[in-house]
């Protein structure tokens, strides 16, 4: 019995004493937070974190939202990274979308932490918010406090780790989360094509769906295509090596409904480059035509559709023998101020940039603009073959095969028909039986007017020889 007595006034004495240091501890910390002020008590904090963090064997990197005035890359890049990484099983989560085509951004909310794993090492991440008073270069979000003061909230990430794995952290782990975070973006940002008016770009977003898969195309030109495209993207320090620009050309000629500008959207999906439609026929110098190249950004696509009626191409035969214009005090847009962008000095203002002409009558272009260097690759868009229209087919009916495939086959191989002119056809009608007949019928009739048409040529003719 004693000595149960003496255990109860041990606890009790143990109760007490933990309450007054309690209550010391509440007591120091609020005349500390009173008195002292928020630099020194930062300081002081921050200290006895640095003596906390000597005595430990983990090690943590800060990862600021902001460095100075600009935006901390390494900040947005975690950020992304560990979206794709969180746990939704978290007590506390944000979420977010900005985007009315995007899907759920999950995101750590201020005090959550997680894990992750990379190379065998654990790293640990935690989201840090605090209040700076009066803000600063580069201070995060502003707001007023309860009396009225100028306060910031500071935001942060703390990347935890075992002091063993601090190489890996730094050479290996982060590197791989920027490099991945880039990848993500590039997946999930929207494409924007933009448009000239004046020495300025107006862009809009970019929702054309056009994809190589979908794309009424011969395989072996597609795949062709996809090829050139990959190897060049991949070839950043060979065309240092060779010194060349890193810049792609692409001749697309053919008939209209070829699919020319479908070819163009399916290049900028593939790629995720935005897109700059040039209009020359809005540009009325060679100074402005400079303007709106060199303010085109890195990876993306120029494109002069029918660049034939764009721009006289007279125009270079015109300037002097030595160089210079007929007329010294014109600066005029002219085929000569085009191709110094295209392989000329200017062509170095930018870098992994692809260039496309279209053209339906590719005989009526310069030679000088048709040379390797300038357009490398030549594209021919072509009427409609059987492997196209069973791309179309599949696109618009969801179908492999079909036993009107034999008829319509044949037929295509006998009429000079675009895919643009199937595909009309096949929309028409949401029955597959229904649209196939239908387009059937179009390529008789077809077929027998480019007949009529080649009999009255034939008799005009004749009569013009008696």
Same mark, same amino acid.
């Given at each position: 019995?004693?000595?149960?007595?003496?255990?109860?006034?041990?606890?009790?004495?143990?109760?007490?004493?933990?309450?007054?240091?309690?209550?010391?501890?509440?007591?120091?910390?609020?005349?500390?937070?009173?008195?002292?002020?928020?630099?020194?008590?930062?300081?002081?904090?921050?200290?006895?974190?640095?003596?906390?963090?000597?005595?430990?064997?983990?090690?943590?990197? &800060?990862?600021?939202?902001?460095?100075?005035? !600009?935006?901390?890359?390494?900040?947005?890049?975690?950020?992304?990274?560990?979206?794709?990484?969180?746990?939704?099983?978290?007590?506390?989560?944000? &979420?977010?979308?900005?985007?009315?085509?995007?899907?759920?951004?999950?995101?750590?909310?201020?005090?959550?932490?997680?894990?992750?794993?990379?190379?065998?090492?654990?790293?640990?991440?935690?989201?840090?918010?605090?209040?700076?008073?009066?803000?600063?270069?580069?201070?995060?979000?502003?707001?007023?406090?309860?009396?009225?003061?100028?306060?910031?909230?500071?935001?942060?990430?703390?990347?935890?780790?075992?002091?063993?794995?601090?190489?890996?952290?730094?050479?290996?782990?982060?590197?791989?989360?920027?490099?991945?975070?880039?990848?993500?973006?590039?997946?999930?940002?929207?494409?924007? %094509?933009?448009?000239?008016?004046?020495?300025?770009?107006?862009?809009?977003?970019?929702?054309?769906?056009?994809?190589?898969?979908?794309?009424?195309?011969?395989?072996?030109?597609?795949?062709?295509?996809?090829?050139?495209?990959?190897?060049? &993207?991949?070839?950043?320090?060979?065309?240092?090596?060779?010194?060349? !620009?890193?810049?792609?050309?692409?001749?697309?000629?053919?008939?209209?409904?070829?699919?020319?500008?479908? +070819?163009?959207?399916?290049?900028?999906?593939?790629?995720?480059?935005?897109?700059?439609?040039?209009?020359?026929?809005?540009?009325?110098?060679?100074?402005?035509?400079?303007? +709106?190249?060199?303010?085109?950004?890195?990876?993306?696509?120029?494109?002069?559709?029918?660049?034939?009626?764009? %721009?006289?191409?007279?125009?270079?035969?015109?300037?002097?023998?030595?160089?210079?214009?007929?007329?010294?005090?014109?600066?005029?847009?002219?085929?000569?101020?085009?191709?110094?962008?295209?392989?000329?000095?200017?062509?170095?203002?930018?870098?992994?940039? %692809?260039?496309?002409?279209?053209?339906?009558?590719?005989?009526?272009?310069?030679?000088?603009?048709?040379?390797?260097?300038?357009?490398?690759?030549?594209?021919?868009?072509?009427?409609?073959?059987?492997?196209?229209?069973?791309?179309?087919?599949?696109?618009?009916?969801?179908?492999?095969?079909?036993?009107?495939?034999?008829?319509?086959?044949?037929?295509?191989?006998?009429?000079?028909?675009?895919?643009?002119?199937? !595909?009309? &056809?096949?929309?028409?009608?949401?029955?597959?039986?229904?649209?196939?007949?239908?387009?059937?019928?179009?390529?008789?009739?077809?077929?027998?007017?480019?007949?009529? =048409?080649? =009999?009255?040529?034939?008799?005009?003719?004749?009569?013009?020889?008696?």
């Amino acid at each position: 019995m004693a000595t149960y007595d003496k255990a109860i006034e041990s606890y009790k004495k143990a109760v007490t004493t933990a309450a007054s240091l309690a209550a010391s501890a509440m007591l120091v910390r609020g005349v500390v937070n009173e008195l002292v002020p928020y630099e020194v008590r930062d300081f002081l904090f921050s200290g006895l974190g640095y003596l906390r963090s000597r005595m430990s064997s983990q090690h943590t990197v &800060v990862i600021e939202e902001t460095e100075g005035w !600009a935006t901390n890359q390494l900040y947005d890049a975690a950020r992304t990274y560990l979206a794709t990484r969180i746990n939704t099983d978290m007590q506390r989560l944000r &979420v977010s979308r900005v985007d009315e085509g995007k899907s759920l951004m999950f995101s750590m909310e201020e005090g959550e932490e997680m894990a992750d794993l990379h190379d065998g090492a654990e790293f640990r991440w935690r989201l840090v918010c605090r209040d700076n008073p009066g803000g600063g270069a580069g201070s995060g979000n502003a707001g007023r406090g309860a009396n009225g003061s100028y306060r910031v909230e500071v935001r942060s990430f703390e990347m935890s780790f075992h002091k063993k794995h601090k190489e890996k952290a730094i050479e290996s782990y982060l590197p791989h989360i920027l490099a991945t975070a880039k990848k993500i973006k590039e997946q999930d940002r929207t494409l924007k %094509i933009y448009m000239n008016e004046g020495e300025s770009w107006f862009a809009i977003d970019l929702h054309h769906p056009s994809t190589f898969s979908t794309l009424a195309m011969d395989h072996k030109m597609k795949q062709s295509v996809m090829d050139d495209l990959e190897r060049f &993207v991949k070839r950043k320090e060979y065309y240092k090596k060779i010194g060349k !620009a890193w810049k792609r050309g692409y001749l697309l000629y053919g008939p209209p409904g070829t699919g020319k500008s479908s +070819l163009i959207a399916a290049m900028a999906n593939y790629l995720k480059f935005d897109v700059y439609d040039l209009e020359l026929t809005e540009v009325n110098w060679n100074s402005t035509l400079r303007r +709106l190249l060199i303010g085109m950004t890195n990876r993306s696509i120029l494109v002069i559709e029918d660049i034939d009626c764009s %721009i006289d191409l007279q125009q270079r035969a015109e300037d002097g023998q030595d160089g210079t214009k007929s007329n010294p005090t014109e600066d005029k847009v002219t085929l000569s101020g085009l191709l110094n962008f295209v392989d000329g000095l200017w062509s170095t203002s930018g870098e992994e940039r %692809i260039i496309i002409f279209t053209t339906n009558y590719k005989e009526r272009l310069d030679p000088a603009l048709l040379r390797p260097g300038r357009m490398d690759m030549h594209i021919h868009m072509g009427y409609c073959c059987p492997e196209s229209f069973r791309i179309l087919a599949s696109n618009y009916h969801s179908i492999n095969d079909h036993d009107t495939y034999p008829e319509i086959e044949e037929l295509i191989k006998e009429v000079m028909v675009t895919p643009a002119e199937v !595909a009309e &056809v096949l929309m028409r009608n949401d029955d597959t039986d229904i649209a196939l007949e239908g387009l059937i019928q179009f390529l008789k009739k077809k077929k027998s007017d480019s007949k009529d =048409s080649k =009999s009255e040529n034939v008799q005009g003719r004749s009569q013009e020889k008696n």
